[in-house]
């Protein structure tokens, strides 16, 4: 395991470094609440093994997770139903499109590219929503955050209001026989999962579940088995930051996952990362959380290929 000295300061000089680069970016308009975040925001939490932690800069602000559901979802769908039932119905090829294209459902055959696009994260919520309550895959979700966390009702309602192109591709599939026939029901735990109310310290938390192969950083409790993390690191790596996943791949060199309230999930060299920062660059990933993981890991040595 890697050993991390001075983690405090670093992180306090990739904030001071991220933050000259926020206004390059623009805030999500896909939903009123999100268009209403402060743009000027950012914040990080980095765990260490044993769930020792560092917090700075707003890290406390909440924001609703949006795709980083899609680890949850993934993590929970493997665990629970198995590679097979999971690969069977999704990809696990990089699709180069923006999260919510439909083209590929049309032109590419009848499975979604990965379980990180939007029409791949609807396709694995719907094997789980047959069988699985919602709250059930809440409570892993709180695990996995370590802390019991709730629906942002207000972001649900609008979600499913704002949801007509999630609509579309969800009955694109159904009509292919690539969805089951309860649409409704998955787009409904779809756009709740995404309604999901974090902050940065939550995000480090699943971070750290990742770095450390699927344990609690705290009791050290098994959250997933070792596999899944495996799984999910790797198509973070190549899916996770929409159709910007290779440059983020060369450049910061971190499995990552983000979602367009602006959070950013990611881990390595033993730490997990938690960063938020709502302004957006043109292909919907955080400016400041990007930044911040640059720096983070230029100056902690944590590219994956070194
Ligand atoms: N709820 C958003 C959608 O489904 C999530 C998008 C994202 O974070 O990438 O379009």
């Known amino acids: 395991m890697q050993m991390h000295t001075n983690i405090a300061p670093i992180l306090e000089s990739s904030l001071a470094y991220a933050g000259g680069f926020l206004n390059t970016g ?10 209403a975040a402060n ?29 980083i559901s899609k680890v949850i979802s993934l993590m929970y769908a493997l665990k629970t139903l198995g590679h ?15 999260y919510n294209c439909l083209i590929k459902l049309e032109t590419a055959g009848e499975k979604p590219f990965n379980p990180f696009i939007n029409a791949g994260a609807i396709t694995v919520i719907s094997l789980l929503a047959e069988n699985t309550p919602f709250d059930e895959v809440l409570d892993f979700a709180g695990r996995a955050f370590g802390a019991s ?23 694109l599939m159904a009509s292919k026989g690539a969805l ?19 902050n940065a310290a939550h995000v480090a938390h699943l971070g750290a579940v990742l770095a450390s192969g699927g344990k609690c950083p705290h009791t050290g409790q098994e959250i997933v088995p070792q596999w899944v993390v495996r799984t999910t690191k790797a198509i973070m790596l190549t899916c996770g930051m929409y159709d910007g996943s290779g440059d ?31 302004a957006l660059d043109a292909k919907g990933n955080s400016v400041g959380g990007i930044k911040t ?14």
């Open 149 to 171: 966390v709730g629906v942002d009702e207000d972001v649900f309602a609008q979600e499913t209001h704002a949801g007509t192109r999630n609509r579309s591709m969800a009955y």
């Open 293 to 306: 993981l640059w720096h983070l890991s230029e100056k902690l040595g944590l590219h994956t290929f070194v």
């Open 26 to 35: 623009r805030v999500s308009q896909y939903i009123s609440n999100l268009a």
């Open 39 to 67: 743009p000027a925001h950012l914040g990080c939490v980095v765990m260490e093994p044993g769930g020792v932690t560092h917090k700075a800069g707003d890290w406390d602000v909440h924001f609703s997770i949006q795709s």
């Open 180 to 198: 089951g026939e309860n649409v409704e029901t998955y787009l409904s735990f779809y756009f709740r999962l995404c309604a999901v109310s974090v």
């Open 248 to 278: 983020f791949a060369v450049n910061v060199g971190l499995p990552a996952k983000s979602g367009i309230g602006g959070g950013i999930v990611s881990c390595g060299g033993g730490l997990g990362i938690g960063t938020f920062g709502p």
């Open 84 to 98: 097979e039932v999971v690969f069977d119905k999704v990809g696990m090829e990089p699709s180069g499109d923006p």
